[in-house]
Every structure is written in structure tokens, then in C-alpha cells.
């Protein structure tokens, strides 16, 4: 079964950085749009942030740009997303995803692949 595996998140300070990072397991997702998403506790899972299969168009939600940052390593298609300036609302699980199409991505419906999350949590 093709899948993503996540790596990264842990526990950091208020104004603090991390990394997260997504592998492909077997396959290459070279032809997918990627994405980011995240899910604090008791609310719904919403978007973070998109890249392109060819990555050359990004999104990001407004609560993140300028903070966060996404980027596709070409050679083997992992996917990264580097936090800066992290702030307690910043606190979820963060899951990366894969999807048919050029994208950018922004919908949960849109993407096909999914990572098991990771927990990122900041501290005041």
C-alpha cells in the first residue's frame, strides 16, 4: 500500500522553529500536488499549506504565511515544511497528503495519500 511517511514535530517554545518532513514510502509522487494540513484538539482538520507537482506555485493559509514554508525535494519527492516563529495556536497534528493533479490543493476531498500525523506542540 503506497503511503507518506511523516517525520519531525515535537515540542519547541513560542517563537521556536521545526521541521517536518514526508516521504513517499515505494512510489514516487512526482506527478501529485502536496500538502500540509493540521488539527488542534476538538476542532476540524484545515489546511496549512500546497505545492504544486512541479512546484512552482505555493499556497498558504493566512494564519501561517510569512511563518511557514513549503518545499518538495525534486530527487526523491519529499516534502518538508519548515515553521518559524511558532505560536501556541500553532499546537496540532500535522499531516502531509498527496494528490492527483497539478495543484495547488486545498481541499481534504482533493488529496488521495495521506501520512500518519505528527504532533507539534508550542509552548507559551
Known amino acids: 500500500q503506497e503511503h507518506l511517511v511523516q517525520s519531525g514535530g515535537g515540542l519547541v517554545q513560542a517563537g521556536g522553529s521545526l521541521r517536518l518532513s514526508c516521504a513517499p514510502s515505494?512510489?514516487?509522487?512526482?506527478?501529485?500536488?502536496m500538502g500540509w494540513f493540521r488539527q488542534a484538539p476538538e476542532r476540524e482538520r484545515s489546511f496549512v499549506a500546497a505545492?504544486?507537482?512541479?512546484?512552482?506555485?505555493?499556497d498558504y493559509a493566512d494564519s501561517v504565511k510569512g511563518r511557514f514554508t513549503v518545499s518538495r525535494d525534486g530527487a526523491d519527492n519529499t516534502l518538508y515544511l519548515h515553521m518559524t516563529s511558532l505560536k501556541p495556536e500553532d499546537t496540532a497534528v500535522y499531516y502531509c497528503?498527496?494528490?492527483?493533479?497539478?495543484?495547488?490543493?486545498?481541499?481534504?476531498?482533493?488529496?488521495?495519500?495521506w501520512g500518519q500525523g505528527a504532533q507539534v506542540t508550542v509552548s507559551p
Open positions: 497528503a498527496a494528490g492527483h493533479g497539478l495543484g495547488p490543493l486545498h481541499h481534504e476531498h482533493e488529496y488521495n495519500y
Open positions: 515505494r512510489r514516487t509522487f512526482n506527478a501529485f500536488a
Open positions: 505545492i504544486s507537482w512541479g512546484g512552482g506555485t505555493i
